[in-house]
Nanobody
Framework: QVQLVESGGGLVQAGGSLRLSCAVSGRTTFMNYAMGWFRQAPGKEREFVAAISRRAVILVYATYYSDSVKGRFTISRDNAKATVYLQMDSLKPEDTAVYYC?????????????????WGQGTQVTVSS
């Protein structure tokens, strides 16, 4: 069983920053998982935010972002700590949502919700105007 626990959410003013963390534990080798972040705003479907590949090429991981966060958010991972991060800068009120991290054990990198096998419980991010 694999457990994912998000942390770092909270209330921030527009233009501010937050860093989300997702710690992975259980019977797993973290480096074998592609990781992603998704979010779900009230009344909306869960949507892709960012993804990072499960292996690096010459120390560089492949990363992908939705158009709405590209240039403002950065995904990274620390295999030694079995943790994935989402650095969120220049936050906007429309970024308000519950943010979920997810792990995919089959793909090198994944951007679709249905590809992910394990999910965390989510952490609330609220951006005030």
């Amino acid at each position: 069983q694999v457990q994912l626990v998000e942390s770092g959410g909270g209330l921030v003013q527009a233009g501010g920053s937050l860093r989300l963390s997702c710690a992975v534990s259980g019977r797993t080798t973290f480096m074998n998982y592609a990781m992603g972040w998704f979010r779900q705003a009230p009344g909306k479907e869960r949507e892709f935010v960012a993804a990072i590949s499960r292996r690096a090429v010459i120390l560089v991981y492949a990363t992908y972002y939705s158009d709405s966060v590209k240039g403002r958010f950065t995904i990274s991972r620390d295999n030694a700590k079995a943790t994935v991060y989402l650095q969120m800068d220049s936050l906007k009120p429309e970024d308000t949502a519950v943010y979920y991290c997810a792990a995919d054990e089959d793909s090198t990198v994944a951007t679709s919700l249905g590809e992910y096998d394990y999910w965390g419980q989510g952490t609330q991010v609220t951006v005030s105007s």
